[in-house]
Structure formats: C-alpha cells, structure tokens
C-alpha cells in the first residue's frame, strides 16, 4: 500500500493563482522525489529532496522537504494550462524502489 | 530512441489468456523497475532487476505474474490467465545505475483491458 498521504486529491486552480499539494508521512523519509503525469502520460521525474528542511526551486515550481523529514509540499505560482496534470510525491528505497502517493490531479481553468 | 519504449502501448485480453508486455530501457541502464498503475492511482511497485538479476518481485500480485530480463537489456512481463482485476497501465522504468535515489525514466506504459 502507499505510505504517503498526499493532499489534497484535486485541486481545480484558475489560471494564474497559486496553489500547493502536500506530502505526508507517518514515518521518518529517507528522501521524496516528485513527479508529473500529464493526462493519458508517464510520471517525468521533477526534483529529489534529500535533506531536512531543503528547498529547491524550478522557474515557478518551488518545492520543500520538511525539518522532519515527514512531509514535503509542491507550491505552484502563477499556474498556466500546461500544469495541468497528476503530480506524484514518491520515496526510494536504496535499490531504487519509488513508494508512490495516490498523487493530486490539477485541473486549471482559464 | 533515447528513452525507454514499450510494446504493446495497448493490448485487449479476454479473461484467461496469457499476455506478454516488452520494456526497452534507455541503453546502458542497468537498473529496471516494472509497476502497475491502477486508473486514479499512484504507481505500485512490481519488480526489479538489476542486469539480469532480479532481486525484488515482491510486488508481483500472484504467481500468475512473472518477469524476466535474461540478457540484462530488454525485460518481459508476463501475466498468465488474465483476470478483471489485472486491468491497468503497466510501467517500465530504467535508471543508469546501480544504487537507489535519483531520477527512474519511465516508459510510456502498457493500457491492459481485461475483458
């Protein structure tokens, strides 16, 4: 089953707000790597996050791994049409496994 | 091609044939993952290999499911007497080495209709 939680599970944006999905886990994370599927797509890797507290940030996409290490979030600013799309949070184990969340599904309205 | 390419992309089976799905990882890439992902879910994870080895398959679902990679390349998924709830996208993935972390080159993903 999924061990992390992500929230919320849709999120309807107007174009040009900003929105963020959150990551939430009961366990300690050893990293969280984010992904994108675009509709009828395949997961495109976006960013990892390794340590406590780290930011890491993509033209509009800004992304946050927390102090604990339990939860991270993708904030979005000033969404465009071509972030539509189901973002996934995922831990990897060391072999490489990705422990996927059932992910957030945006839809932007224009 | 430069990424990793799978056959079928769609394939239609009447409950309790056999089917068979190709994943051809990015050249070089040693490491391979197969998941399945149900309609609205998160990809679960299936299976890995590292060459030839397949050293996880922990999330195979039953023994109605197998997989091999037998010369450390092109890998096969094989589903034996297909059921309803075999029903889903599958996904290849590759990474260029051997230890976890970092980014999995996913596939376009096999649409198994099980009728």
């Known amino acids: 089953g999924q061990q992390v939680m992500q929230i919320p599970q849709y999120q309807h944006v107007q174009e040009g707000e900003d929105f963020t999905t959150y990551c939430n886990s009961s366990?300690?994370?050893?990293?969280i790597q984010w992904y994108k599927q675009r509709p009828g797509g395949h997961p495109v890797f976006l960013i990892q996050?390794?340590?406590?507290?780290e930011v890491k940030k993509q033209k509009r996409l800004t992304f946050q791994f927390g102090e604990a290490k339990k939860n991270s979030s993708l904030h979005i600013t000033a969404t465009q049409t071509t972030d539509v799309g189901t973002y996934f949070c995922?831990?990897?184990?060391?072999?490489?496994?990705?422990?996927f969340g059932a992910g957030t599904q945006v839809v932007v309205t224009p | 091609g430069a990424g990793v390419s799978q056959s079928p992309r769609y394939k239609v089976a009447k409950r309790g044939q056999d089917v068979a799905l190709r994943c051809d990882p990015i050249s070089g890439h040693v490491s391979l993952f197969w998941y399945q992902q149900a309609l609205g879910q998160g990809p679960e994870f299936l299976t890995y290999?590292?060459?030839?080895?397949?050293?996880?398959k922990s999330g195979l679902p039953s023994d109605r499911f197998f997989a091999e990679r037998p010369e450390g390349s092109v890998s096969t998924l094989k589903i034996q007497r297909t059921q309803q709830e075999d029903s889903a996208v599958y996904l290849c993935a590759s990474t260029p080495g051997l230890a976890g972390g970092g980014e999995q080159f996913f596939g376009p993903g096999t649409r198994l209709t099980v009728l």
């Open positions: 366990t300690t994370l050893s990293n």
């Open positions: 290999f590292q060459n030839e080895a397949q050293l996880d």
């Open positions: 995922a831990e990897s184990d060391s072999w490489g496994k990705l422990q």
């Open positions: 996050l390794v340590k406590s507290g």
